[in-house]
């Protein structure tokens, strides 16, 4: 304990960053019964308005909780991770304009910001406790911000509900209607409800249910929520055992923790527990992809957080993510346009040195053509112009600096989180094939 002690103060302490030890009150209660339940859900194609995607499709892990591409395929893809293609017979309009993020910790109770522009955040003012894009018509009962989180890809037609007319929920998603009878929402519920399976589970879990309430879609997505958290809760790492006392890092990532939360200013950003201020940055990242347009828009621009907020002084800022299990989460960005973390870490020490150099080998992009350009922005001087001038001014790292903190992001894994504490199950409700 002692050595331990000293060696903190030796590697960053003195800066008043390195952050305590996590404990069971940093996370909420879960019923290991309702994470079982959404265990199942999250792994059911009944989900998608095709019946052909689950939420693990783009959240594997097999890839860390996420999908081992820089820009994904949902509705109109065939396969899993790396190996995911577009489907000849039902291509995708277009890429999932945002890598796939990691899920790992969601379930702290810090966590109060989702997605990679924070468009839906804890809000105790509104009725529903949420800030969503739905705003008024967000309805009651989401026991969460995660919960709420994770019901939302269900929408999108490039993720799980499917292209116009394809199926009932992608023609309700299309005529705006998400909650009440017949909308989305509604439709997604009904399908569970209608398996006997379910409805023996929900019963066992919700006493609501079993006392004659319909499913509602809330409960599909608190029990998705709860699975969520209890299976990829991450603090049992070498980082969190040397927090508590228990171990020493290996010198390299000694000397590596010593530049993340001094000289080399990490821990600006990514300080606290779980390494993130849960805030906006524009990181000067590589634009790839179909960006954030609406369908009507040609434009390939994605603005970030100035996407929620209007505030032309958010444009370009993306959210802190943490960094629990980040050398396994790759590739990494916003647009996942590094599959290198060390080049990436090279870029993100430094964003203000441009985008002239980024080598474009770098994205995993299966192939998709006849959709937008992949490399519209990147290929603009005005775009990248506009990224550059909103990006921080860092300072370089040398390769022994990226070296050491490659070491101690290392760290940062957690063998139980990353294998999962349930797993994937052999079998769903359902009967749909399962993503393995």
């Known amino acids: 304990m002692r050595l331990a002690l000293i060696l903190l103060m030796w590697t960053g302490a003195a ?6 030890a996590v404990t069971d009150a940093d996370y909420g209660a879960v019923s290991e019964a309702e994470a079982r339940l959404g265990q ?15 939420c693990a499709t783009c959240h594997h892990p097999r890839f860390a909780t996420s999908d081992g591409l820089s820009l994904g395929f949902g509705e109109g893809g065939i396969g899993l991770g790396p190996d995911r293609r577009a489907d000849p017979a039902n291509r995708p309009e277009q890429r999932i304009p945002r890598n796939a993020p990691a899920l790992f910790n969601l379930g702290a109770r810090e966590f109060t910001v989702m997605f990679h522009d924070g468009r839906i955040e804890a809000d105790p003012t509104r009725p529903s406790g949420l800030r969503t894009p739905l705003e008024d018509e967000m309805v009651v009962g989401f026991a969460s911000v995660l919960s709420a989180q994770t019901m939302f ?9 499917g292209h116009y ?15 009440g009878t017949g909308g989305a929402w509604s439709i997604i519920a009904d399908r569970v409800s209608a398996i006997p399976a379910y409805r023996e589970a929900f019963a066992s879990v919700y006493p609501e249910v079993a006392g004659g309430r319909d499913i509602a879609f809330t409960d599909i997505s608190n029990a998705i929520a709860a699975f969520i958290a209890f299976e990829w809760r991450a603090d049992a790492s070498p980082f969190d055992a040397m927090l508590r006392g228990e171990a020493v890092l290996p010198p390299t990532a000694q000397a590596g923790m010593g530049l993340f939360y001094g000289a080399a200013a990490c821990a600006d950003c990514h300080s606290g527990s779980f390494q993130t201020d849960h805030s906006f940055h524009a990181m000067g990242e590589p634009q790839i992809g179909p960006g954030k347009a609406e369908r009507f828009e040609r434009h390939s621009r994605d603005v970030g957080r100035m996407r929620v907020t209007n505030r032309a002084e958010d444009a370009y800022a993306f959210r802190t993510p943490s960094l629990r299990n980040v050398a396994h989460t790759g590739p990494w960005g916003h647009s996942g346009a590094w599959r290198d973390l060390g080049t990436f870490l090279r870029h993100h020490a430094d964003p203000s040195s441009g985008l002239g150099g980024y080598d474009r080998a770098q994205a995993v992009l299966p192939d998709l053509t006849g959709t937008k350009h992949d490399w519209a922005i990147l290929d603009s001087d005005e775009e990248a112009a506009l990224i550059e001038a909103a990006a921080f001014k860092g300072r370089p790292l040398s390769d022994g600096d990226i ?13 139980v989180a990353l294998e999962g504490r349930l797993g994937v199950p052999d079998a769903v409700p359902s009967g749909l094939p399962v993503d393995r």
Do not use: C, H, W
């Open 15 to 20: 800066f008043g960053q390195t952050p305590k």
């Open 153 to 161: 890809p269900v929408l999108s037609p490039d993720e799980m509900a």
């Open 165 to 179: 007319q394809e199926n009932d929920v992608s023609t309700a998603v299309r005529e705006g209607l998400i909650t």
């Open 403 to 415: 070296a050491a903190i490659l070491a101690f992001l290392e760290t940062l894994s957690d063998p």
């Open 40 to 54: 199942l859900l999250f792994y059911d194609p009944i989900l998608s308005g095709n019946r052909n995607i689950s």
